[in-house]
């Protein structure tokens, strides 16, 4: 039979009743070609917007899986009422049918349903809570025997972690502090100059890097660079089972995993925090020259009598206690792995993510416990 392009005729009967006529090679390689695409598409949009229409597919002269798949897509996944067809094309439509998932409507959820998934959200939040306690209990178990025994402790793990943790971080949370710092005193320079208070800015740019953006920049960088890798490197140990061969040999997992981390990341993050809030400092000192010129001899001199010592010794506190939240909860997701590579990436998003928002809370709770000092 001759391969003649394929059609959609809309006709309408005596009685008043609308029927679409197809006609010609409903095949993929002639529903392919561009015209004919756009005139079947056309055909079919404008069909699907009337009711109570009959289909004649008769006059086909061919008929593949294409041409049916985009028939049966355009009557909804459902027979029309009143289809006339050869056997054969009948049986093609129905093999289309029977291997294509029918479209099912999200339903609409109910406040009961609502409220469901409301009360499994809190139960999983309440299962990583006693998750990061029973950890927590086990870190000071584990520091206790370390106190003990510290010739047996895994000071070599320590070490290794410090390297990684610290080293390492040290040019980029330079660089980040030495651009905020910049920012920092060029947007204040502009308020300042405004109303003559062009010194003021050692006192601004002093309290506020050394009190928050040094510690909090730190932070935030250590927990998507090192919070990451911790738990990556345990979540990595899940896949390959190596976890389960530490617990077939009796080897605490808690005391050669977690311990050493969380001791390398309290002595770290004290550090790179300090590192971060030189190089804010230096950033800002160079900036305040440049726009307000403010000197550099006049920054060192004035920046001991504007901002308090206990500043400093508050922005190390807090470091600490930042190093050991991004640790364990490291090494939280870490231990919760899935031993496939799906929840190895989410494990590691989520531990990114919690550890930052754990970070931004405990400083505002630090920001209204320690309010009175060193202001």
């Not at 609409?108 to 029973?134: M, P, Y």
């Not at 993510?353 to 405990?362: K, Q, R, S």
């Amino acid at each position: 039979m001759p391969d003649t392009a394929p059609t959609l005729t809309l006709q309408t009967a005596p009685d008043g009743g609308r029927h679409v006529v197809l006609a010609g090679c409903w095949s993929a390689a002639r529903l392919a070609e561009p015209l004919n695409w756009s005139g079947i598409s056309q055909g079919l949009a404008d069909a699907a917007g009337m009711r109570a229409l009959s289909w004649d597919l008769r006059p086909l002269t061919r008929l593949d899986h294409t041409g049916a798949q985009l028939m049966w897509n355009s009557w909804g996944h459902q027979w029309p009422a009143q289809v006339q067809c050869r056997p054969g094309q009948r049986a093609m439509l129905a093999r289309v049918a029977r291997f294509t998932e029918p479209v099912v409507k999200p339903a609409r959820r109910t406040a009961w349903q609502l409220f469901l998934r409301l009360g499994e959200q809190l139960w999983k939040l309440w299962d990583h809570l006693v998750g990061l306690l029973l950890l927590t209990g086990q870190l000071l178990l584990d520091a206790v025997a370390l106190l003990r025994a510290p010739r047996r402790g895994p000071w070599r793990d320590v070490s290794g972690h410090l390297f990684r943790i610290g080293a390492r971080a040290l040019p980029v949370t330079a660089l980040v502090g030495f651009t905020i710092g910049v920012v920092l005193a060029y947007l204040m320079s502009r308020q300042l100059r405004l109303f003559g208070a062009d010194t003021f800015i050692v006192n601004i740019l002093g309290l506020s890097i050394i009190r928050e953006l040094g510690p909090m920049l730190a932070a935030i960088l250590i927990a998507g660079r090192s919070g990451s890798a911790i738990t990556a490197q345990i979540g990595v140990m899940r896949v390959t089972e190596e976890l389960d061969a530490m617990r077939v040999m009796g080897i605490p997992r808690g005391y050669r995993l977690v311990l050493p981390r969380a001791i390398a990341m309290a002595i770290a993050m004290p550090l790179i925090s300090v590192w971060t809030t030189l190089a804010a400092l230096l950033g800002g000192m160079l900036a305040a020259d440049v726009v307000l010129g403010v000197t550099p001899a006049y920054f060192f001199a004035t920046l001991p009598r504007a901002v308090a010592i206990s500043n400093l010794w508050l922005a190390v506190g807090k470091s600490v206690v930042f190093g050991l939240l991004i640790a364990l909860i490291g090494c939280h997701y870490g231990l919760r792995v899935k031993p496939n590579t799906e929840s190895l990436g989410q494990g590691t998003t989520a531990s990114v993510v919690t550890a930052i928002t754990v970070v931004l809370l405990v400083d505002a709770l630090f920001a209204v416990l320690f309010k009175n000092v060193g202001l």
